[in-house]
């Protein structure tokens, strides 16, 4: 080893110890603040000594590490998205959708302009052949981008795919910089609210089939907000960023989020207070709508008046669907991203919210409606239990005050389609109006993780449905024709690839693997063709030692295995 791969190990060495110091004295609560600018130190030294040996041509030892934000999926963990893959397809084929694929980046002129202050966020390539990319931020922009450029006026299209951000991950709680969304949007007119209601239908219908628990879907109308900010006086070229300082009530108490208002983008404080009159409302949207049209000033905007409208309609539609119950009226509910223009929601679940903070995801009753904005803070006691259970990662935070956020999003976008044709001067006959939502994959997966933890339940990592085990001796080519007759037949299987493999090393591999079923084949009982074909309970399950299993005749064996397994 050279004599800089040798200092840029040192060195990498002592900022792996200098984080994990910072990591005890923040649990500690005491000031790391020397070994912070100790380990930024040394992490220069380490750019510089890095560029030093890239310009030489000379190698180095390396951290052998995914980048930052980034996970690898073990099979286990590669399993269970499957499922919750195919149960979202499953949901958005049945409601008449079809799926396209686009491109994981896109001109970056396409996704400029369209994310408001989560634009810094977005991930820009450098210059490949005189075209400037971006890794595309979500897929509702390249799906109205796909619309524009091929003049499409209607279509129900889902869509499952990785999105990149470049935001600060906390992995434990789903947020990460290159991650799954699963969307389904619907685009092309209709009669108002009716796409708007199943879209919401379908993301009940989903949520409720993921089985993660309680959850609520808070809903919100752009065309309100935006009437109540024109009634307290906001100036328009300040209505989309103050618009992301009221999405940030369901985090920071009223106080927080008028001082970014006031403070630090400039609107003056009775504007705010105004404001502040109404974004504190939330609850079942028939009582919120009520509250809403009791005041005579508001219903005066046309805006706000014809968003109120919508609402009304959409929750009679609801109420048809049977999702009504889910839904929280919730006027702190803005969605910084530009491009909405009508409904914006999204769902919360029970672990939403940092584990200090309590959270209810159900909808509250009439009595509960709110006029409080903001998130209360957490008692003495919940404070010092919090605590105690930090998590610091990798970006030193306290993982014990973030909770997984919302787990899907999404609302109307109708100017997004003709903004693309029009700026690509395609005329089109008619305004392609859309709306959609997007459930988040990892989210999801980070939930139904931290379920499985508290129950315990094994995970599998395979879908085998049987092993074939060998008994005295039995040749190998007769568990390969046996293999060969499930795998023909649809039936996942396996076996030991060992020529002649111990019985225990056998039940070993089935008992790992979780296989539920065992194929025996023993040489007197296979020369009488039959197997003997056992349920594996697990070693530690009531009536395991007694279960012996079946006998069964060869001919009869693929009859008998799809029986068990549900496919008769």
């Known amino acids: 080893m050279s004599s800089s791969s040798a200092t840029i190990a040192s060195i990498n060495e002592e900022i792996l110890s200098l984080q994990n110091r910072i990591k005890e004295l923040k649990v500690s609560k005491q000031d790391a603040s020397a070994e912070v600018n100790s380990m930024k130190a040394l992490k220069e030294q380490l750019k510089s000594l890095t560029k030093d040996q890239a310009s030489t041509g000379t190698t180095s030892n390396f951290v052998l590490k995914t980048p930052k934000g980034t996970i690898d999926h073990k099979p286990e963990a590669a399993l269970l998205r499957k499922k919750i893959f195919s149960t979202l397809e499953g949901i958005f084929l049945k409601h008449d959708a079809s799926t396209i694929d686009t491109p994981v980046f896109e001109l970056k002129e396409i996704l400029a302009g369209k994310y408001g202050e989560d634009s810094k966020l977005i991930y820009d390539l450098s210059d490949q052949g005189g075209e400037l990319c971006s890794l595309r931020y979500d897929l509702t922009v390249p799906f109205a981008r796909y619309v524009a450029m091929n003049g499409i006026t209607s279509m129900k299209r889902y869509h499952i795919g990785k999105v990149y951000r470049r935001d600060q991950p906390v992995m434990t709680k789903g947020r990460m910089r290159e991650f799954y969304q699963c969307d389904i949007d619907i685009a092309g007119t209709c009669d108002p609210m009716v796409y708007d209601s199943e879209i919401l239908k379908i993301l009940c219908e989903a949520l409720t089939a993921l089985d993660i628990g309680q959850y609520t879907v808070k809903i919100n109308h752009r065309k309100i907000l935006d009437g109540i900010f024109q009634l307290a006086g906001v100036p328009a070229d300040k209505t989309r960023s103050i618009s992301s300082a009221v999405d940030k009530l369901d985090k920071l108490p009223w106080s927080d989020v008028k001082k970014e208002m006031t403070v630090e983008k400039g609107l003056d404080e009775k504007v705010a207070d105004k404001i502040g009159q109404y974004v504190g409302l939330k609850g079942p949207g028939h009582d919120v709508l009520e509250k809403l049209k009791s005041h005579s ?26 999702v009504l119950d889910k839904m929280s009226f919730d006027m702190s509910l803005a969605r910084g991203l530009d491009y909405y223009t009508g409904i914006i929601y999204e769902a919360i679940h029970e672990s939403s919210a940092p584990p200090s903070k309590s959270t209810n995801p159900s909808v509250p009753p009439s ?10 803070k957490p008692s003495k006691s919940s404070k010092s239990k919090s605590d105690a259970n930090a998590v610091i990662n990798e970006d030193g935070i306290d993982e014990s005050t973030i909770g997984v956020g919302s787990i899907a999003a999404g609302g109307r976008y109708d100017n997004l389609v003709g903004m693309f044709a029009e700026s690509a001067g395609k005329k089109m006959n008619e305004q392609v109006p859309c709306v959609g939502v997007s459930v988040g994959v990892e989210r999801v997966y980070s939930i139904m993780e931290m379920r499985r933890k508290q129950t315990q339940e094994k995970v599998r990592g395979k879908e085998t449905e049987v092993f074939v085990l060998g008994l ?25 690839p060992k020529v002649n493999p111990k019985p225990p090393v056998q039940w070993k591999q089935a008992d790992d693997d979780s296989i539920p079923y065992v194929l025996i084949l023993a040489p007197k009982e296979y020369a009488e063709g039959k197997v003997r074909i056992k349920a594996q309970l697990g070693k530690d399950q009531a009536g395991a030692e007694d279960n012996k299993g079946e006998e069964v005749e060869l001919n009869d064996v693929v009859r008998y295995l799809k029986e068990k397994l549900g496919r008769a």
């Open 472 to 496: 005295g001796g039995i040749e190998l080519e007769k568990r390969m024709e046996i293999a060969t007759l499930l795998w023909d037949n649809g039936i996942k299987t396996s076996f030991s």
């Open 367 to 376: 009595s509960e409606i709110s006029t409080k904005s903001g998130s209360s």
């Open 297 to 322: 000033d508001l219903m005066g905007i046309p805006l706000a008046k014809q968003g109120i409208e919508d609402m009304e309609i959409l929750f009679r539609y609801l109420k048809v669907y049977k």
